[in-house]
């Protein structure tokens, strides 16, 4: 069973920062798009920004300029550095991995998940 791992997580204030990480196999980091998704309460789950082949990069709207997902391949860990955090950025978040051919979907495509970081931003 493909085990992803977060971490990082936890409380800040609006205007703070985290760093959240997520360790995957090396064969999941090596030859699957990986991504960080989140999930608000009562909302559906919302890809927030995804890594693919040559390290090419995606991001929600509502993120830009204020997240960086990235990967370190020798540690087979994924990140998504979080700045300039807002508290409608309150959610669980979820690091994803899925066949790059099949994420360009969005979220259906992802088929490895772990269990969830959350992330709560108070104003």
């Known amino acids: 069973q493909v085990q992803l791992v977060e971490s990082g997580g936890g409380s800040v204030q609006a205007g703070g920062s985290l760093r959240l990480s997520c360790s995957a196999p090396?064969?999941?980091?090596?030859?699957?798009?990986m991504a960080w998704v989140r999930q608000a309460p009562g909302k559906e789950r919302e890809e927030v920004a995804s890594?693919?082949?040559?390290?090419?990069?995606r991001y929600a709207d509502s993120v830009k300029g204020r997240f960086t997902i990235s990967e370190d391949n020798a540690k087979n860990t994924l990140y998504l550095q979080m700045n300039d955090l807002k508290p409608e950025d309150t959610a669980m978040y979820y690091c994803?991995?899925?066949?790059?051919?099949?994420?360009?979907?969005?979220?259906?495509?992802?088929?490895?998940w772990g269990q969830g970081t959350q992330v709560t931003v108070s104003s």
């Open positions: 090396r064969y999941i980091i090596s030859n699957y798009c």
């Open positions: 890594i693919g082949t040559y390290s090419m990069t």
């Open positions: 994803a991995a899925g066949p790059c051919g099949a994420v360009v979907r969005g979220v259906a495509g992802y088929n490895y």
